[in-house]
């Protein structure tokens, strides 16, 4: 990718010297009895190319095509190549103050594509005299050469600058736009033709206020337009962020939101873990439909990512390799060119960054920005309902002693693993667990002890269970585990593993000042054979359990006689 930008760059200027190379060897043809208009047409030139109209989403477009095309029919490809220029030299580099490089190729290809309408207008029209040329048919020839030149320099720019990317569709844009613009560029610079040969200097400014009238009235429109359709988005959105409280839709809504009003390829939203002052992605959308992983993360103050969540203001990259340090927190498979980022804020807390990227340079802009940031500041209020809505439902189906489920989740859960085991005729087992003799340990030490007790055996239970389970506190030392698409002999492996781990773990405790040695007894229910819904497989283990633990106290006694 650098390789191919530092390609770019080189085309820019080489193109720009060639352009001005092309200039220099016709400059001495000029009719500098035709000084004053010339530098008249070189002003009007130059104002044109500062009134840039910016299509929402598309182009950048100017109206001094009519311009170029004129001179060429009255005066000539030396006039016409000294106003294209000149205009587009000034305009870009002195009034709107852009890249040098960009300015220097925008002077070469306007030049070139001069050159080009003017050979096709000698191969198909003949050598044009300025004095006697009718116009229409020069202007007809000049256009079609001017336009596909235009189009071939500046595209080519694009692929050197963006190997290996797919540019058919902006090419689209482009040229819809460009051909729009030409065809009402050509009727215009045969008026100014027609206007100068019967009324002179009067005639032509007459005809380039209406011009700029235009051009300013077009710009006006265009921008209203998409004022009036970033409004009906906001709104839209705001609605539909309003309307749910499910943190995954709210997050989709403001995924959706900001690929429509930036026009970004590449979004991530990013929530804050203050603990830890570290970003992780909440919810991502990527060029190729990857997802960044959950385990990823962004410290804050790293990068513009890091640093909008550390300042609480939103940031501008326009290209990331002209600042590499700006986006030395991104992960290879998320490697944009422009990039933006803009803080979640509420109540003056920052809660997480949404981060918006583009594979193309210079994308965005203080415009882009700022609606990235009304955007955020819209989906902060969102985004922490649904969190708060997430964590009251949290809090509502977990055990707040050990951190599992509890009995409320137990059979909401256990009747949708039921129904999709009825589905793909699958089996489900329950393993019931309780704590031997945990009563009378809680009796001679305590409450506040034993409550420890359970804490560390809910963590010796979530460290041998499988990722698939879920185990639950269902009630006191009773515990439940549901084991998803598990027949009897696994469960039972399971269930031998879990009362393995527990004898063998030490238990910190107030035993006569030594670890803790506890037991597990458990009973195996497994639908469909023990149970047909919810209640009756509990029922079930629950059952097996006590079953369990009469025999082996059975035995224990049975042994003690013997002896």
């Not at 689209?172 to 460009?178: A, L, Q, T």
């Not at 809910?458 to 598990?486: K, W």
């Amino acid at each position: 990718m650098a390789s191919g930008n530092r390609l770019a760059d080189a085309y820019l200027v080489a193109l720009g010297a060639v352009g001005v190379v092309y200039l220099g060897f016709h400059f001495g043809h000029l009719r500098w009895a035709e000084a004053g208009p010339l530098a008249l047409f070189v002003l009007l030139g130059i104002g044109v190319e500062a009134l840039v109209i910016q299509v929402p989403g598309g182009p950048r477009l100017t109206v001094a095509f009519p311009l170029a095309l004129a001179s060429y029919i009255l005066w000539g490809e030396p006039a016409a190549l000294v106003i294209a220029s000149a205009g587009s030299l000034v305009g870009n580099g002195i009034i709107r103050r852009r890249p040098w490089r960009v300015t220097l190729f925008n002077s070469g290809q306007r030049a070139l594509s001069v050159g080009a309408g003017a050979a096709l207008c000698r191969l198909l029209v003949g050598r044009v005299d300025p004095r006697v040329a009718a116009g229409f048919p020069e202007a007809l020839c000049f256009m079609p050469g001017y336009f596909v030149v235009n189009q071939l320099l500046v595209n080519a720019y694009f692929i050197l600058r963006d190997p290996g990317q797919h540019h058919v569709e902006r090419w689209r844009e482009v040229v819809r736009w460009d051909l729009l613009s030409y065809a009402f560029g050509v009727p215009v610079g045969f008026l100014f033709v027609l206007l100068y040969r019967h009324y002179g200097v009067p005639g032509i400014i007459g005809v380039y206020l209406c011009l700029l009238a235009v051009a300013y009235n077009l710009r006006l429109q265009l921008y209203l337009h998409g004022a009036n359709r970033e409004l009906t988005v906001l709104h839209e959105v705001a609605q539909q962020m309003t309307s749910s409280l499910d943190l995954d839709r709210v997050f989709g809504i403001v995924v959706e939101a900001v690929e429509l009003m930036v026009g970004c390829d590449s979004c991530v939203l990013f929530l804050r873990d203050s603990l830890r002052q570290e970003l992780y992605p909440a919810a991502s959308r990527l060029p190729q439909g990857d997802e960044l992983g959950g385990d990823f993360r962004i410290p804050e103050g790293q990068g513009i990512i890091g640093k909008a969540a550390a300042d609480g203001e939103p940031k501008l990259v326009e290209d990331l390799l002209r600042k590499p340090d700006a986006g030395d927190e991104l992960p290879a498979s998320w490697q944009p060119r422009s990039l933006m980022a803009a803080p979640l804020r509420v109540e003056g807390q920052t809660v997480g960054v949404i981060a918006v990227g583009h594979r193309e340079p210079g994308r965005f802009n203080r415009d882009s920005l700022r609606l990235l940031n009304i955007l955020t500041h819209q989906a902060a209020v969102a985004i922490q309902n649904a969190m708060l809505y997430r964590r009251t439902q949290h809090l509502a189906i977990t055990d707040p002693l050990t951190n599992l489920y509890n009995y409320r989740y137990l059979y909401m859960r256990l009747a949708e693993e039921l129904r999709k085991a009825r589905m793909a005729e699958q089996p489900v087992a329950l393993i019931y667990l309780d704590l031997d003799d945990f009563k009378q340990y809680n009796d001679a030490y305590g409450h506040q002890v034993g409550d420890g007790i359970l804490q560390q055996y809910a963590s010796v239970l979530r460290s041998v269970i499988r990722d698939t389970d879920v185990a639950v506190r269902y009630a006191g030392d009773e515990f439940v585990v549901i084991l998803p698409n598990t027949d009897r002999s696994e469960a039972e492996r399971v269930a031998h593993r879990i009362a393995t781990a527990v004898a063998n773990h030490r238990f910190d405790g107030e035993a006569n000042g030594r670890p803790v040695r506890l037991s597990v007894s458990a009973g195996v229910a497994v639908y469909p054979h023990d149970g047909h819904d919810e209640r009756a497989l509990v029922a079930a283990a629950d059952h097996a359990m006590y079953e369990g633990k009469r025999k082996r106290a059975e035995g224990g006694q049975g042994e003690r006689k013997d002896q």
